[in-house]
């Protein structure tokens, strides 16, 4: 069956980087484009970017541009998300996400990762 | 991008029907049929209910459908149960190339 499986919560201090991974398993990894989500405590889903498996290929939001990086390793069917000069406000859940459908990419999201916390505090 | 505008809360009594609605732009929700739903209970990650307006996933009850009108999109859960408390989220492909997710919407059965 169709998984993935994050790492472990984190956490850091301000400035410092963080990078989550996403091991996919139970389907052809490099088929599927994987979104990233994140969700603040008690707050919404916020879009971050996607990486095509394939091509490794990425899109940002806008917002993070420059500070979040989206990676993958075909080797162990796993997709990395790193997010630099961590703030206060970066502490939240972060999730991924596979797109439905081979022939899509932008959605929507038929499975979700287990999320990661990570926790930016001094 | 600007989150997609939902209502805060919803409430029903078991057995009867909601809607939540679904507000959004020109450049979102109106030009593409790529709106979903996703449902989401405490703790856990969110759950694919609705996908392109008005398509149900296997497996997802038929008490749940979408559709869209111009800008807006709607979720209705009909024969409301005590499980489907929870928070709701919609999100829509964007002409910028991204994907916005709506501010979600908490379900109160009464």
């Known amino acids: 069956q169709v998984q993935l499986v994050q790492s472990g919560a984190e956490v850091k201090k301000p400035g410092a980087s963080v990078k989550v991974s996403c091991k996919a398993s139970g389907y052809t990894f490099t088929d599927y484009y994987i979104h990233w989500v994140r969700q603040a405590p008690g707050q919404g889903l916020e879009w971050m970017g996607r990486i095509s498996p394939d091509s490794g290929g990425t899109n940002y939001a806008q917002n993070l541009q420059g500070r979040v990086t989206m990676t993958r390793d075909t080797s162990v069917n796993t997709v990395y998300m790193e997010l630099s000069r961590l703030r206060s406000d970066d502490t939240t859940v972060y999730y991924c996400?596979?797109?439905?459908?081979?022939?899509?990419?932008?959605?929507?999201?038929?499975?979700w990762g287990q999320g990661t916390l990570v926790t930016v505090s001094s | 991008q600007s989150a997609l505008n939902q209502p805060a809360s919803v409430s029903g009594s078991p057995g009867q029907s909601i809607t939540i609605s679904c507000t959004g732009t020109?450049?979102?929700?109106?030009?593409?049929?790529?709106v979903s739903w996703y449902q989401q209970h405490p703790g856990k990650a969110p759950k694919l209910i609705i996908y392109?307006?008005?398509n149900r996933p296997s497996g997802v009850s038929n008490r749940f459908s979408g559709s869209k009108s111009g800008n807006t999109a709607s979720l209705t859960i009909s024969g409301l149960q005590a499980e489907d408390e929870a928070d709701y989220y919609c999100?829509?492909?964007?002409?910028?190339?991204?994907?916005?997710f709506g501010g979600g919407t908490k379900v109160t059965v009464l």
């Open positions: 020109s450049s979102d929700i109106g030009p593409y049929n790529y």
């Open positions: 392109e307006v008005s």
């Open positions: 996400a596979r797109v439905k459908g081979a022939a899509t990419t932008w959605g929507p999201f038929d499975y």
């Open positions: 999100s829509s492909y964007t002409s910028s190339s991204t994907v916005v």
